[in-house]
């Protein structure tokens, strides 16, 4: 079984000002993905990044990136240059790579950010 | 390309109706799933299938049914629908160690 952990309910962060999203998970799987997706007020789920665990560096796309720290099973993402439009749920989420490889979801950080 | 579409947007049931969602994408994804999100959490895994004829239970299986006769279809449906079932419901679809894709979803509420 997996469990992703999101510990901060609420963020704010000043416009064009870095901000980093916390994620810890747990799960028994020797080889997993891990995902980043915004849920804007508008209800869709947006596909933000993607880190694998057998992948020696951290994936960045564009303004955002995610901190992989295996040991200590953590996956923050981290968004730099905050814009007005980032403000939104994200979701940590994870799938093994085996199996049914469905999405296990933590409870989301809702990021506002200020002018 | 429309990637992955849900029918209808919005539904209000009254309890002990049925209904059927339909899930739709046009990427070849062999891997369906449907999820529900309730208030204030994350999205829960309902059922999934991994292919064409192929249908499994997630962890919220109760209550709803499912069937992928086309690939790139897969249908929820409530057979008695219930309050506790009023809740955000979404598809997503990918390939096997792909990224999985969302819909829109749909907005259901049971009265």
């Known amino acids: 079984a997996q469990k992703i952990t999101q510990t901060q309910p609420g963020m704010f962060v000043q416009e064009k000002e870095a901000v980093t999203l916390d994620c810890t998970y747990d799960?028994?799987?020797?080889?997993?993905?891990l995902f980043w997706y915004k849920q804007p007020s508008s209800g869709e789920m947006i596909f933000l990044i993607y880190?694998?665990?057998?992948?020696?560096q951290n994936a960045t796309e564009g303004r955002y990136s995610l901190n992989f720290q295996k040991a200590r099973k953590s996956a923050n993402l981290v968004i730099s240059a905050s814009q007005l439009g980032d403000s939104a749920m994200y979701f940590c989420?994870?799938?093994?790579?085996?199996?049914?490889?469905?999405?296990?979801f933590g409870s989301g950080t809702r990021l506002q950010v200020q002018p | 390309n429309a990637g992955v579409t849900q029918t209808p947007k919005f539904r209000v049931l009254k309890t002990g109706q049925s209904m059927t969602l339909l899930c739709a994408q046009d990427?070849?994804?062999?891997?369906m799933y449907w999820y529900r999100q309730d208030p204030g959490m994350g999205l829960r895994l309902i059922h999934y299938?991994?292919?064409?004829?192929?249908?499994a239970k997630g962890e919220v299986p109760d209550g709803y049914n499912v069937s992928r006769l086309k690939k790139q279809n897969f249908l929820l449906g409530l057979e008695s629908a219930a309050p506790s079932q009023t809740s955000v419901y979404f598809c997503?679809?990918?390939?096997?160690?792909?990224?999985?894709?969302f819909g829109p979803g749909t907005r259901l509420t049971v009265l």
């Open positions: 997503a679809s990918s390939y096997p160690q792909g990224t999985q894709y």
């Open positions: 799960t028994s799987d020797p080889s997993y993905g």
């Open positions: 880190q694998g665990s057998y992948d020696q």
């Open positions: 989420a994870m799938s093994p790579y085996t199996g049914r490889r469905a999405l296990t």
């Open positions: 990427m070849n994804h062999e891997y």
């Open positions: 299938s991994v292919g064409e004829g192929t249908t």
